[in-house]
């Protein structure tokens, strides 16, 4: 049988890799944010602290005032988003009507480095969920397509089918001179591709994204989506690592 103190020791260790509070002040400050929501997401899921971690030291648990509080702190990181002007808002109208209607150029895009394809077809999947990051004010469409869909108004999403692709495609967040939030500047496309058997060592998923409008692949090495996006998603495994929960899309429309 193995200590628990090794347990809690190799926890502590693995949690510092990705977040430690003696180092993040040496990190950009955009990283800065993006490290401080994934702790909150995962600790708002239930995935930290660490149950083996609570067990030792049960007063480590969050309690929703204190979880309350590190909401209202990334709140304010990023401060309101800025007014758009009337030039600004027109030209993210256009880029945003290319989007919808497909009638963007069409450019051969890279698969990431571990061989993940970019499926230009995304733009025609159903939305099955939408989200926003409260420490960037980005806004986020979920997209599924037809096996997904499918999956959805099935009811058999844990685990997903393989041949599911999610889409999430981020936007920065815009309010117009009279304060409407809407879509803003493009940010960038992801994917999540089900295949248990090809991605068997990134728990069954594909993972991609590509970012700006070149669609420029994400990831400095082929392994990046073990240490980035399986990590970061490992929080909502027992969703088959899926953060958005889907509305119950039929192929016909919303049900």
Not at 186 to 212: C, H, L, N, P
Request: net charge negative; with cysteine; proline share 6%.
């Amino acid at each position: 049988m193995v200590p628990a103190y090794w347990i809690v020791s190799s926890d502590v260790r693995r949690a510092r890799a990705h977040l430690n509070f003696s180092e993040i002040a040496a990190l950009p400050e955009e990283q800065q944010r993006l490290a401080l929501f994934d702790a909150f997401n995962q600790i708002r899921l239930g995935a930290m602290p660490l149950p083996s971690y609570r067990m030792v030291h049960p007063n480590s648990a969050v309690t929703p005032e204190q979880l309350d509080t590190l909401r209202k702190y990334l709140t304010t990181l990023s401060g309101e988003p800025q007014i758009a002007t009337s030039s600004q808002v027109d030209a993210a109208d256009r880029e945003y009507v290319r989007w919808v209607d497909g009638s963007g150029a069409v450019h051969t895009v890279q698969s990431t480095l571990a061989g993940v394809p970019f499926h230009p077809e995304y733009e025609t999947w159903k939305q099955i969920g939408s989200t926003e990051r409260i420490e960037n004010h980005t806004l986020r469409i979920v997209l599924g397509n037809d096996v997904a869909v499918k999956a959805i108004a099935g009811e058999h999403i844990n685990p997903w089918p393989d041949g599911a692709m999610i889409g999430k495609v981020t936007w920065h967040e815009q309010r117009d001179p009279s304060g409407v939030v809407e879509p803003g500047q493009f940010v960038q496309v992801e994917f999540m591709i089900r295949d248990s058997t090809k991605y068997q060592t990134t728990a069954g998923w594909g993972w991609g994204r590509w970012i700006g409008t070149d669609l420029k692949p994400d990831g400095h090495t082929a392994g990046f989506a073990s240490t980035h996006c399986v990590d970061c998603h490992h929080a909502v495994r027992r969703n088959d690592y899926v953060f958005t929960m889907p509305i119950n899309v039929q192929l016909g429309g919303a049900k």
